[in-house]
């Protein structure tokens, strides 16, 4: 399974971006995909994540700014990010885990996203 992430830029603070994420290979049907950021000098951390039913979680920072959708026809994870900060900078990740058959655990190479103030 590959994962290739894009729609990473510079955007002023309170703008908007959609980043996209398109899974090749074959993943297991019971999953979930998350979106991860790392902002430099910290450590990576959750930004949304979605499960193959739909059902979704963010982190504090995230409500009501983000949302996190998938087609899986497409098998694409998407992530919507308004209103955003200077705090939203950092290298985005999609991942993949798999909650059954081989348990893969996969991510991408990331995105940047940079906010300026």
């Known amino acids: 399974v590959q994962l290739q992430a894009s729609g990473g830029g510079l955007v002023q603070a309170g703008g908007s971006l959609r980043l996209s994420c398109v899974a090749s290979?074959?993943?297991?049907?019971?999953?979930?995909m998350y979106w991860h950021r790392q902002a430099p000098g910290k450590q990576r951390e959750m930004v949304a994540g979605?499960?193959?039913?739909?059902?979704?979680n963010y982190p504090d920072f995230a409500k009501g700014r983000f949302t996190i959708s998938r087609d899986n026809g497409k098998n694409t994870l998407y992530l919507q990010m308004n209103s955003l900060k200077p705090d939203d900078t950092g290298v985005y990740y999609c991942?993949?885990?798999?909650?059954?058959?081989?348990?893969?655990?996969?991510w991408g190479h990331g995105t940047l996203v940079t906010v300026s103030s």
């Open positions: 991942n993949v885990i798999e909650l059954g058959g081989a348990l893969g655990n996969y």
């Open positions: 979605i499960t193959n039913g739909d059902i979704t």
């Open positions: 290979g074959s993943i297991f049907s019971i999953n979930a």
